[in-house]
């Protein structure tokens, strides 16, 4: 084996946002449109632009993703209950969901898709306590979620559905009723910074979440109608946003080609890349799903390499000691699978020569 001592670490991340030069044309539009906040104009450019992308007819935007999450699930299931969601997640979508004012009651997944589905949720149904508020259902690193098959479960069970597809924002598309909220995060495909947006079909709806961002103030009064808070997309996140959307071709098209660079690396390999990643869809944390029995030696190796791995969403939100107490049913795919869903070092200053290095420890 090669010995890499003294070698350069690979990282596993670098974030790629606009840069000054971008930004420069926006900035000087508020400079001299002199509005900073409270919805203005670039807010409403960019929303619009997000709108087109993801063929939303409501667009709401939010500080954060985590705040999009709670915005949507207060507006759709009113803040109480049990919510239905995977223990397979990043730990924001279990913050969301209690600070949104629900209990979160934990799910397994599909092995395939890592994503609870409509079928896991239907059976659990036959065993809750009580009927849940709402579900939340989590894409898995950016992959598409199954919109029409979640809307299918919302009309059966006229349970709320709210999808936590945080790093989605490029897979999205044909969004109906059930919000869908992004994450803007830097570490996304969409990154500018920080920064959330919420999704819809129902125009109605989205205005009430768009309230919510703001104190609740539905007309010119300046009365509080409906209880919110004050979760707004600042116009110089906005100004990112727009620059970001002006590089998105570039960006996706490099993010396509490394995917499909790891893609060649790893054919003849026994660990697997999500379905559709760097085919179908784009990421800016790829993953691999490693052969069962093999992270101890797969993650050694790597360490032994210099090669920076992550486990994004880490074995579970029933790990993580301020969740450890909330119910959940039996989860043993999670369980088998989260230690083995490693991410890999992918960003567009990464070389053929650290891919293959890459690709090298991988079974």
Not at 13 to 31: C, K
Not at 123 to 144: D, H, K, T
Request: proline letters at 6%.
């Amino acid at each position: 084996m090669n010995n890499f001592e003294g070698s350069t670490h690979v990282r596993v991340l670098r974030p790629w946002l606009p840069e000054t030069d971008a930004l420069i044309p926006y900035l000087r539009r508020i400079d001299a449109a002199q509005v900073y906040s409270n919805y203005g104009p670039l807010s409403q450019e960019f929303s619009a632009r997000l709108g087109e992308m993801t063929q939303a007819k409501g667009v709401t935007l939010t500080s954060n993703g985590t705040a999009a999450i709670e915005v949507a699930l207060r507006a759709v299931a009113g803040g109480k209950g049990l919510c239905l969601m995977p223990s397979f997640t990043f730990i924001a979508s279990a913050h969301a969901v209690t600070n949104a004012g629900m209990t979160p009651f934990l799910l397994d997944i599909d092995e395939r898709s890592l994503t609870l589905t409509p079928d896991i949720a239907r059976r659990a149904l036959l065993s809750l306590p009580e009927r849940p508020g709402a579900v939340l259902v989590v894409s898995a690193f950016g992959a598409p979620p199954d919109l029409g098959a979640w809307e299918d479960f919302r009309a059966e069970t006229g349970i709320p559905v709210v999808f936590d597809a945080a790093a989605a924002a490029t897979a999205i598309r044909g969004v109906g009723v059930a919000p869908v909220c992004l994450s803007l995060h830097a570490t996304k495909v969409l990154g500018i910074g920080e920064g959330g947006a919420i999704l819809t079909s129902d125009e109605e709806l989205a205005r009430r979440m768009t309230a919510m961002t703001g104190f609740g103030f539905l007309g010119r009064e300046r009365l509080s109608a409906i209880r919110g808070g004050n979760t707004r997309l600042s116009e110089y996140a906005a100004a990112v946003g727009l620059a970001a959307l002006d590089a998105l071709p570039t960006k996706l098209q490099k993010l396509r080609s490394l995917a499909l660079g790891y893609r060649k690396r790893l054919g003849g390999h026994r660990s697997r890349l999500q379905d559709g990643a760097g085919e179908t869809w784009q990421t800016m944390t790829l993953n691999v799903v490693l052969p069962e029995g093999e992270a101890h030696e797969t993650t050694a190796r790597l360490d032994a390499a210099r090669v920076e791995w992550r486990r994004w969403w880490g074995l579970g939100t029933h790990h993580h000691p301020a969740f450890a107490e909330v119910p959940r049913a039996s989860l043993p795919v999670t369980e088998a699978i989260a230690p083995r869903v490693l991410g890999l070092p992918f960003h567009t200053e990464l070389s053929a020569a650290e891919m293959d290095r890459v690709a090298g420890c991988l079974p």
